[in-house]
């Protein structure tokens, strides 16, 4: 994958990639020098997938804490 910055790989995209390697890995067909540059880009992949997981698990946590500060009251059209 060198057409995009892995920088710029979103989870999706990240994640389809590392299944890719994995299924090529899983061959058996693949010389030891090619699977261990898999391997390697598949590490790259995982800590992106990783990476991209934590900060959706921080934006939700932060949304859960901002609607935490919100209260609702229930319409009581007596009350106006």
């Known amino acids: 994958m060198k057409s995009k910055?892995?920088?710029r790989l979103s989870?999706?995209?990240?994640?389809a990639r590392l299944e890719?390697?994995?299924a090529e890995m899983e061959t058996g067909e693949v010389p030891l020098a090619e699977l261990i540059e898999r391997y390697e880009e598949g590490n790259?992949?995982?800590a992106i997938c990783s990476e991209r997981l934590r900060a959706a698990e921080e934006k939700i946590e932060l949304i859960r804490k901002e609607r935490e500060g919100v209260s609702f009251e229930e319409f009581?059209?007596?009350?106006?």
């Open 76 to 80: 009581d059209p007596d009350k106006l």
């Open 11 to 15: 989870f999706e995209e990240a994640l």
């Open 5 to 7: 910055s892995t920088a």
């Open 44 to 46: 790259r992949m995982l």
């Open 20 to 22: 890719k390697l994995v």
